[in-house]
């Protein structure tokens, strides 16, 4: 039997990330969590994720700055990282923007609140 993919899920909600840890489990994926970006980026070290769900708006170290790390890292600059983001709803009361988006160096984005097929969708995708 094929070894299950590993995603990393780094987001600093603890009720969205059960949900969303459920949601990808159910598609057949090893989920990791962490609860912000210095957590997330200690777990890819220890991991070694085949892709990252990584929410933006966290404390710490937001998923922007966690992002350019990983992509500056030669280690970590392969792999996938989707941006999740409830910055689309918010964009007059967020210092966050959708120029931040398109300029990250992540793989790809989705607007929260996730549509859990969607994002299953979005994984599938980018671990072809």
Avoid: Q
Wanted: include cysteine.
């Amino acid at each position: 039997m094929a070894e299950k993919k590993k995603i990393l899920l780094v987001d600093d909600d603890p009720d969205f990330v059960e949900a969303v840890k459920v949601i990808v489990e159910s598609g057949g994926y090893d989920v990791r969590v962490a609860y912000d970006g210095k957590e997330g980026l200690e777990a890819v070290e220890e991991e070694k994720p085949d892709l990252i769900v990584l929410d933006v708006m966290m404390p710490v170290m937001n998923g922007h700055e966690t992002c350019a790390r990983l992509k500056g890292n030669p280690e970590t600059a392969k792999i996938p990282i989707i941006l999740l983001t409830a910055v689309a709803d918010r964009v007059t009361t967020s210092t966050y923007t959708h120029r931040d988006m398109l300029e990250s160096e992540a793989e790809d984005y989705m607007p929260k609140p996730v549509a859990p097929a969607e994002l299953l969708e979005l994984i599938k995708s980018w671990l072809k």
